[in-house]
């Protein structure tokens, strides 16, 4: 399995780190970095790993967990593509960002 980041969470992912980095550069790097290394190489063996998102109830559509974020993916017959990295705390809009 390939893995590929869409525009969309790449941008979740800078997102994540200019926000931490007001506070703490080296910690927005650490978190930043850990976010981005959690997919791989589990997804690319086990893409099915995760829950499903409880907001979308799509099988294809899965989470998995960094620090207190939700790295949710989307699987193809040859590709996860990770389509966004949010907050725990939020409660995502009913249609996935499945274009991005």
């Not at 790993?49 to 294809?60: A, I, L, Q």
């Given at each position: 399995?390939k893995?590929?980041?869409?525009?969309?969470?790449?941008s979740?992912?800078?997102g994540?780190y200019d926000?931490?980095?007001?506070?703490?550069?080296?910690?927005a790097?650490?978190?930043?970095?850990r976010?981005f290394?959690?997919?791989?190489?589990?997804?690319?063996?086990?893409?099915?790993?995760?829950?499903?998102?409880?907001?979308?109830?799509?099988?294809?559509?899965?989470?998995?967990?960094?620090?207190s974020?939700?790295?949710?993916?989307?699987?193809l017959?040859?590709?996860?593509?990770?389509?966004?990295?949010v907050?725990?705390?939020?409660t995502?809009?009913k249609?996935?960002?499945?274009?991005?």
């Amino acid at each position: 399995m390939k893995l590929r980041w869409t525009e969309k969470a790449t941008s979740d992912l800078i997102g994540v780190y200019d926000y931490i980095a007001q506070t703490s550069p080296e910690y927005a790097a650490s978190v930043s970095d850990r976010i981005f290394r959690r997919p791989d190489p589990q997804l690319k063996r086990f893409p099915k790993s995760g829950s499903v998102v409880p907001e979308y109830g799509r099988d294809d559509i899965r989470e998995v967990f960094s620090d207190s974020y939700r790295i949710i993916h989307l699987i193809l017959e040859r590709e996860v593509r990770i389509l966004a990295v949010v907050h725990g705390s939020v409660t995502l809009t009913k249609e996935p960002p499945v274009n991005g």
